[in-house]
């Protein structure tokens, strides 16, 4: 096909009102891992008192799905890019939701960590597929914008839905079904994407090099590990053999990158500031929100005896800031620049996180509500304009291995986010002193998790139940509180990071060609 044909192509394509109904489906793939992601927090006291996991074991089922994730997200998007990104969004689709049945009905702390993490590996295939379709649908920079806004906006209507949803569902099922929601809604990614989704891959993608997949799972999953156990457990020489092991593979895999002819990720993307710039700025944002969201669930229920379905109705704001934030992001950043919008996002949300260490048990809603809007509005205007700013920055051949790159970054932040911030929460909350007279295994019970505390005191006298669980509950609040000022400190020092490595950064304008 000759360049004029190929452009008179695209043309048609961008004027084809059914772009809009594929952004719907790819919306729809977006909100359900949103969803799944958010849920879990909500779910979390009830999975400690049925199943019964130590602390350590309910950090692993909350961040090995992202572990698995961030080990596998540009393996998968640059499959995409080879046998196409339709494709391996489908199957992934199927993938989540019969895997979701397996966590729905785990019956061991070990069961759902292992259901938790094959969750994960179906998710790789979803998320760099939504983002890598928007590219290669939406040539027009202005919409494309728009259409990544939606993406994000749903993403984070996700995070509304799921704790709404899920709150609803817990106060009148069983923890399971916060997983089995997922059925649903796969069954119609699937049958709606099979007509609406167009394809597309790399037209001349080389093959997909198996050493360099597996260099880069073993790299990202090893080097997470060892910085979650030195968080929670300090130095060992396990945790120093698999931070040597986890260093080794990624370096290994880096050489490999730059000699191959049809490389897993082409690293001279990173020689572009703006890119590099955008995906740093994802990493440390998501490290600094990810593990206080995970605890402020269990903060709203535990601590302040919220319902779950009150809890979830209680983080809306967050979620609405997101949504409005991300549908004008583009516009905004055209309108002033790339790094105001993203540094001035990136810093708002750091103040938010500032303003959350002076929280208590007594707290009121104002000041807590308040705080989530702006963190929502923030991180909404920050995370749009990143995705737009790393898809523009490649060509549409590399779309997957971008949103891939950009991914990862989300995902092990999250990782990263739970494991050292929530470390923190764990360490501070596990120091708290059993009143005298507490029988020893209810104090050992108490000392694991909160939900522990909350489950183990019901055996106990009213006068000392009380006492050890509002024990239990200063402590875990002091630890949300150093955390929420650990989380602002990385926050405001990422600001001032994108205010640099963003400067003369500018979106796209006009249609491609």
Do not use: C
Request: no cysteine; charged share 15%.
């Amino acid at each position: 096909m000759t360049s004029t044909q190929q452009r008179t192509a695209e043309r048609d394509v961008e004027r084809a009102p059914g772009r809009w109904l594929a952004l719907a489906v790819l919306a729809l793939a977006v909100l359900l891992v949103a969803v799944d992601a958010t849920v879990l927090g909500l779910a979390t006291p009830y999975i400690s008192e049925d199943l019964k996991p130590s602390g350590t074991q309910l950090l692993w089922i909350g961040d090995v799905y992202s572990f698995v994730i961030a080990g596998l997200l540009v393996s998968m998007g640059s499959l995409g890019d080879r046998i196409g990104r339709k494709k391996l969004l489908l199957t992934g689709a199927v993938a989540f939701g019969a895997v979701s049945i397996l966590n729905a009905y785990a019956t061991s702390p070990e069961m759902m960590i292992l259901a938790r993490a094959l969750l994960g590996v179906a998710g790789a295939t979803l998320m760099p597929s939504t983002l890598a379709l928007i590219r290669n649908i939406f040539h027009d920079p202005r919409e494309r914008s728009i259409a990544v806004g939606v993406w994000g906006a749903m993403a984070s209507a996700g995070a509304a839905v799921g704790p709404v949803v899920g709150g609803f569902l817990l106060e009148h099922f069983w923890w399971g079904s916060v997983f089995l929601i997922n059925l649903p809604v796969m069954a119609v990614l699937v049958l709606v994407g099979i007509k609406l989704l167009p394809e597309s891959k790399n037209p001349a993608p080389g093959p997909w090099d198996l050493i360099s997949v597996v260099l880069s799972l073993i790299g990202m999953i090893a080097v997470v590990y060892a910085i979650k156990e030195a968080a929670a457990h300090g130095l060992r020489w396990d945790v120093v053999a698999s931070a040597v092991v986890g260093v080794g593979a990624l370096t290994w895999f880096v050489r490999r990158q730059l000699t191959l002819p049809a490389p897993l990720l082409d690293m001279r993307l990173f020689r572009n500031r703006g890119f590099s710039g955008a995906v740093l700025a994802d990493l440390l944002t998501v490290l600094g929100l990810s593990g206080l969201v995970f605890f402020l669930s269990q903060f709203l229920q535990l601590v302040q005896g919220r319902r779950p379905f009150e809890a979830g109705l209680a983080e809306l704001p967050a979620a609405a800031g997101a949504v409005a934030a991300g549908l004008v992001a583009g516009m905004v950043a055209r309108r002033f620049s790339v790094r105001i919008v993203v540094a001035g996002g990136l810093a708002a949300v750091g103040l938010s996180l500032a303003v959350l260490t002076a929280l208590d048990q007594s707290t009121g809603y104002p000041l807590l509500g308040a705080s989530l809007l702006v963190v929502g509005v923030g991180a909404g205007f920050s995370f749009t304009v990143t995705a737009d700013v790393i898809l523009s920055s490649v060509p549409k051949e590399q779309a997957g291995a971008a949103s891939a790159v950009s991914e990862t970054a989300y995902e092990l932040g999250a990782a990263l986010g739970i494991a050292l911030l929530g470390s923190i929460v764990t360490g501070v909350y596990r120091d708290f002193t059993a009143p005298p007279g507490t029988p020893a295994d209810v104090a050992s019970a108490s000392h694991e998790s909160l939900g522990g505390a909350v489950e183990s005191v019901a055996a106990l006298p009213a006068p000392q139940a009380d006492a050890l669980l509002s024990a239990a509950q200063s402590a875990f609040v002091d630890g949300l509180r150093l955390a929420a000022g650990v989380g602002a400190a990385v926050l405001l020092a990422t600001a001032v990071a994108a205010w640099f490595l963003l400067k003369g950064q500018k979106l796209e304008d006009g249609v491609e060609h």
